[in-house]
């Protein structure tokens, strides 16, 4: 069975940092797509970041361009999301998911593109 575990949500003050991590385990593959989306209260679910282990494409979506990074460790299975000058619109239920294999890079930030999802993991931006 397949998991995906997300970490590393928490309270934060506008202007201050944190690091989301996800995991995926069950499943061997030789390469993974994954990607960071998020849900703020009353609002659809939207793509944040998405990374390849083959080649180690990023993706982002221009609210976070420049504020986010998205890393991996393929020994580890896991992805990173580097969050930083975080702002109070940044508040939202944060989900990772994953695809065994690799998307093309025009697939990466759209949700029908993964098969694998976490719970999520709350991040709060408030003063």
């Known amino acids: 069975q397949v998991q995906v575990v997300e970490s590393g949500g928490g309270l934060v003050q506008p202007g201050a940092s944190l690091r989301l991590s996800c995991t995926v385990s069950?499943?061997?593959?030789?390469?993974?797509?994954m990607c960071w989306f998020r849900q703020a209260p009353g609002k659809e679910r939207e793509p944040v970041a998405a990374t390849r282990w083959s080649g180690g494409n990023t993706a982002y979506t221009d609210a976070v361009k420049g504020r986010f990074t998205i890393s991996r460790d393929n020994a580890k299975n896991t992805v990173y999301l580097d969050m930083n000058s975080l702002k109070i619109e940044d508040t939202a239920v944060y989900f990772c998911?994953?695809?065994?294999?690799?998307?093309?890079?025009?697939?990466?930030?759209?949700?029908?593109?993964?098969?694998?999802w976490g719970q999520g993991t709350q991040v709060t931006v408030s003063s």
């Open positions: 998911a994953a695809r065994a294999g690799r998307l093309i890079l025009s697939a990466l930030l759209y949700p029908e593109s993964y098969e694998y």
């Open positions: 069950g499943r061997t593959a030789s390469t993974w797509s």
